[in-house]
């Protein structure tokens, strides 16, 4: 084995950044970490994390993390929240390293300049679904997709009708049935925004029809995604709930890092459901494929409206249903129009006017 592979971990301090620091605790002689930033939140764990790895490069104010990716390393993990991730996923790019990609926010509302500096293998997806259609395409060629099976929890309130949630709480909305993760993607579970998110970043990523991919409700959170082929067959990916297998597989690919999870208990009885979503219940996933056909920067306005909105929410100014309300709102206000081209700027002016408008009803 050579010299171990350099990290840079961009948001170390949250969910997903504190597992990926697991892993490198767990393979010292695979991984050594070059650079840690974080957004401020937590001072006294990123100062533990800098004193334990001695990293070169660090930053903690929320502003740094793009210079901290900009220095290179063999692999840089975004696991930045939200749209504050575009600047550090285009400093990696251009800094040649590849992108373990947590910050979806990102690649969704940044898509065509992301796609324009990425060079093919690049960027490595970290999201759980991402990373088992990744697996499940090698099973084949592009050509013979025919389908992209995109999974989710169904969160919380899965077969709740809309009326039961006028009245959901904070409280509620954050305890999911199989993932620990962060306020807003708990949040995001919840709504199914995520999920939304989640069909955008799928169809940049696989260069895939958006009406080719299909979101299927699977509470037990143990297939992460499929692939259906021409020929009728379907490959699936399966794992227990535990980002560290999909952290893992990017910081190490293309090799795997042994005992990352644990697997699936084939000596106990598993039972496996499988339902549709109901879109009228959770209309989030319908608007962001409208979103994504529109293209431009409506994956953008989509974006910062439901950050905005799930603050206002957590602050308990306003409803839960009342998020994704606000989304819509925000989308018809600014009505976007597809831009042939994409600059830096149209997606900061856009995320800055949907924040206003979006303030504005909360």
């Known amino acids: ?88 996923t285009l400093a990696t790019l251009e800094s040649g390293s590849k992108l373990a990609l947590a910050n979806k926010e990102s690649l969704v509302i940044g898509g065509p300049l992301v796609k324009a500096l990425a060079a093919p293998g690049q960027i490595l997806p970290v999201d759980s679904e991402h990373s088992a259609i990744w697996q499940a395409l090698q099973a084949g060629q592009r050509a013979d997709v025919r389908k992209i099976i995109l999974t989710a929890s169904g969160g919380p309130f899965r077969g709740w009708p809309r009326e039961r949630m006028l009245t959901v709480t904070p409280e509620q909305a954050l305890k999911h049935p199989t993932w620990q993760m962060g306020r807003v993607v708990t949040i995001n579970s919840a709504t199914l925004v995520n999920k939304g998110l989640e069909l955008i970043e799928a169809g940049l990523l696989f260069d895939v029809p958006y009406d080719q991919i299909r979101v299927v409700v699977h509470p037990q959170s143990v297939v992460h995604s ?100 606000v989304i819509a709102r925000t989308l018809g206000e600014l009505a976007p129009r597809p831009d042939a ?22």
């Open 1 to 88: 084995m050579g010299a171990p592979r350099e990290l840079i971990v961009l948001g170390s301090t949250g969910s997903i950044g504190t597992q990926a620091l697991d892993i490198v605790r767990a393979n010292p002689t695979r991984f050594r970490v070059v650079g840690l930033a974080a957004g401020g939140s937590q001072p006294e764990l990123f100062a533990a994390q800098v004193a334990e790895f001695a990293p070169r490069w660090v930053s903690n104010d929320g502003e740094g993390a793009a210079e901290v990716a900009a220095h290179g390393a063999d692999v840089v993990l975004n696991a930045i929240t939200g749209a504050a991730g575009l600047r550090a």
């Open 226 to 325: 499929a692939v259906e082929f021409v020929d009728g067959s379907t490959i699936a990916q399966c794992s227990p709930p535990d980002m560290k297998l999909p952290i893992s597989l990017a910081l190490g690919w293309p090799d795997r890092v042994a005992m990352a999870a644990f697997p699936v208990d084939w000596t106990h009885a598993n039972q496996w459901d499988f339902e549709p979503l109901d879109e009228q219940a959770f209309p989030a996933v319908t608007l962001a494929r409208q979103v994504a056909q529109r293209g431009g920067v409506a994956p953008a306005i989509y974006n910062a409206a439901n950050e905005v909105a799930v603050d206002a929410f957590c602050a308990g100014q306003l409803g839960f249903l009342d998020i994704v309300d």
């Open 341 to 362: 081209t994409l600059t830096l700027d149209d997606v900061l002016t856009a995320d800055a006017q949907a924040r206003e408008v979006a303030s504005s009803q909360c």
